[in-house]
């Protein structure tokens, strides 16, 4: 394999490994905050346990996610030094806000919050995880913004003399509505994948408790907290696919090309029908696809509002971009743009059922239930791989690209021999294997472990700290 090829393996290796913390520590850091407040607000006793449960596995998943992201950034220096020699001074910025100050804000809150317990006024301990929660926000709007600016470039000039791209505007940066879009989208998908968590960790443990006929009050957190988890996902998801067709609509206007992939809409289309399932070689123009199933006119409706509008394909697309840029291939891979995307959809889809489904039979019980159980993990999976699934088309469906009509992939990579990047590649996949196995096997530690008991005093607040 040629250098590109294993950087590229290597950077999607790393990010998506990453990303399989973030949403759940955006989301979750969020949940707990709310149920801290339900306690200070009630004293009921339940809300500080489920506080302290919830409160560990983010510890846990913020961990780990700290060292990964930490590598994730390195690599831009690594194996990409010609793109961040030529963007460094715009892409730079956000990521260097992001760390002095929403990354520092969150490391430092959540140790307070940690080790405040016993320590800390009950409000002004309260108010830690509260800017946790708006400090991983934060975090992740000047990460989103970086990327935005990849997919949709505002804010520079290129210098004609070093040949760089230069920043002018950090604020059309931090405006960017790509970024705007990105984040309100990235945001609840993490608040749906979270609370697909509380979910799915719930329902098992109303199902495991209902064998082994524990004491009430290890049932009510979690009755309590699959029922947060169920409101929260059936809302933020339903919202989330909301946002995602705005998201569209913008996508489609400054990056036609991926949405032209992501429906394999090889020729310009009037009332284009939205794909549901298509078998054929997508790589190249199938004449006569072996199978085909779409709603009609659904595509041309979800990009301009319109179902009767003009989406242009993928062949015309081409030329302009060829007419504009030179000759090459400006398409991304076809295949693994259009079933990304409906694998992104269908999680969502299949999350917003598990929600609803939950809801309407919650008065029937319908957690002691085997087969529901199974739904809410299959729920929790959907959470994780929706994220997933919609990096993997945002990334894939702007090749060849990596920053948008201004640097090509292939023309970013470090200039160095495959070896060097194949032994990087493969210390990688060993490291993250390891910190995979500690990662799973403390998070399904206290999992099993549950809540822990009371320890509260005579003044409301907890007679310890909580222990980790």
């Known amino acids: 394999?040629?250098?590109?090829?294993?950087?590229?393996?290597?950077?999607?290796?790393?990010?998506?490994?990453?990303?399989?913390?973030?949403?759940?520590?955006?989301?979750?850091?969020?949940?707990?905050?709310?149920?801290?407040?339900?306690?200070?607000?009630?004293?009921?006793?339940?809300?500080?346990?489920?506080?302290?449960?919830?409160?560990?596995?983010?510890?846990?998943?913020?961990?780990i996610g700290v060292v990964t992201g930490i590598v994730q950034e390195f690599q831009f220096g690594m194996a990409w030094s010609d793109y961040s020699r030529f963007v460094g001074d715009v892409f730079g910025a956000p990521l260097a806000i992001e760390g002095l100050v929403a990354f520092m804000m969150e490391s430092t809150f959540l140790g307070l919050w940690m080790f405040g317990w016993d320590r800390l006024p009950k409000k002004v301990h309260l108010a830690t995880i509260w800017c946790v929660a708006i400090g991983t926000a934060a975090s992740a709007y000047f990460i989103l913004a970086a990327n935005s600016w990849m997919q949709h470039p505002v804010g520079y000039r290129l210098n004609p003399v070093t040949g760089r791209a230069e920043l002018e505007s950090i604020w059309a940066v931090l405006t960017n509505d790509t970024a705007l879009f990105a984040f309100s989208h990235t945001i609840l998908g993490a608040l749906g994948t979270a609370a697909s968590v509380l979910v799915g960790i719930s329902v098992w443990h109303l199902y495991r408790e209902r064998k082994a006929q524990r004491g009430p009050e290890h049932v009510d957190v979690f009755r309590k907290s699959a029922r947060l988890g169920l409101v929260v996902m059936l809302a933020a998801t339903t919202t989330t696919m909301a946002v995602g067709h705005f998201n569209a609509q913008l996508m489609t206007r400054q990056q036609p090309m991926k949405m032209a992939a992501a429906e394999a809409l090889w020729d310009t289309t009037k009332g284009a029908p939205?794909?549901?399932?298509?078998?054929?070689?997508?790589?190249?123009?199938?004449?006569?696809?072996?199978?085909?199933?779409?709603?009609?006119?659904?595509?041309?409706?979800?990009?301009?509002?319109?179902?009767?509008?003009?989406?242009?394909?993928?062949?015309?697309?081409?030329?302009?971009?060829?007419?504009?840029?030179?000759?090459?291939?400006?398409?991304?891979?076809?295949?693994?743009?259009?079933?990304?995307?409906?694998?992104?959809?269908?999680?969502?889809?299949?999350?917003?059922?598990?929600?609803?489904?939950?809801?309407?039979?919650?008065?029937?019980?319908?957690?002691?239930?085997?087969?529901?159980?199974?739904?809410?993990?299959?729920?929790?999976?959907?959470?994780?791989?929706?994220?997933?699934?919609?990096?993997?088309?945002?990334?894939?469906?702007?090749?060849?690209?990596?920053?948008y009509g201004l640097q090509k992939t292939s023309d970013a990579v470090s200039h160095l021999a495959p070896g060097v990047i194949a032994t990087s590649l493969a210390v990688f996949v060993v490291?993250?294997?390891?910190?995979?196995?500690?990662?799973?096997?403390?998070?399904?530690?206290?999992?099993?472990?549950?809540?822990?008991?009371d320890h509260v005093g005579d003044d409301g607040r907890p007679a310890m700290a909580i222990t980790y």
């Open 431 to 453: 490291l993250y294997g390891v910190l995979a196995f500690i990662e799973v096997r403390l998070f399904l530690h206290y999992v099993r472990k549950g809540p822990e008991p």
């Open 274 to 403: 939205l794909s549901l399932l298509t078998l054929a070689p997508l790589e190249k123009k199938p004449e006569r696809p072996s199978f085909e199933l779409d709603i009609p006119k659904l595509a041309s409706f979800m990009a301009t509002n319109d179902p009767n509008g003009t989406v242009k394909g993928i062949n015309q697309l081409q030329a302009e971009l060829e007419n504009a840029f030179g000759p090459g291939e400006y398409y991304p891979i076809v295949g693994l743009t259009y079933w990304s995307f409906r694998a992104m959809m269908g999680a969502g889809f299949f999350m917003i059922f598990a929600g609803a489904v939950g809801l309407l039979g919650w008065k029937r019980r319908i957690f002691e239930r085997r087969w529901f159980q199974v739904t809410a993990m299959l729920a929790m999976a959907a959470g994780f791989l929706a994220h997933i699934f919609g990096w993997m088309f945002t990334e894939i469906g702007r090749q060849p690209w990596v920053v």
């Open 1 to 63: 394999m040629e250098t590109l090829d294993l950087a590229r393996w290597q950077f999607a290796a790393t990010t998506i490994y990453h990303f399989m913390f973030v949403p759940l520590t955006i989301g979750l850091s969020t949940l707990v905050a709310v149920m801290q407040t339900a306690w200070v607000r009630t004293d009921n006793p339940t809300y500080l346990r489920m506080t302290r449960f919830w409160g560990k596995l983010l510890l846990v998943n913020f961990a």
